[in-house]
């Protein structure tokens, strides 16, 4: 019989992955900024009344501003933009698909 790491996960993780009622899974882990976002996240974002697509990257926080830096498909970044101008288009849910 198979046992842990053989399975990507413990037993006791099994009871995280069973969903519940509703058929929506606990979020585990995964640090979300002030702003309501993740690193991950696909997002829509706008400067200088263009328009950019891709995913956060991480966050800045200083004193005075806030800013959230957006990332292309192959993470490189576009740029750094205000949390009024970033709107989030999907949850990144962790998972790899290749």
């Known amino acids: 019989m198979k046992r842990g790491k053989e399975y990507g996960f ?6 995280f ?7 929506t ?3 585990k882990g995964g640090t979300i900024t002030p702003f ?3 690193v991950g996240d696909l997002v829509r974002a706008e400067k200088a009344g263009k328009v950019y697509i891709g995913y956060v990257g ?3 926080k200083t004193k005075d501003t ?3 830096s ?3 498909y192959t993470w490189k970044r576009i740029g750094q933009f205000a949390p009024s101008k970033v709107e989030l288009i999907r949850r990144n ?3 790899c698909v290749a």
């Open 10 to 15: 413990f037993r006791r993780q099994l009871h």
């Open 17 to 23: 992955e069973v969903p519940d009622k509703s058929g």
């Open 25 to 27: 899974r606990k979020r």
């Open 36 to 38: 309501g976002l993740r």
């Open 58 to 60: 991480g966050f800045t």
């Open 66 to 68: 806030q800013k959230v």
């Open 70 to 72: 957006v990332c292309d």
């Open 93 to 95: 849910n962790g998972l």
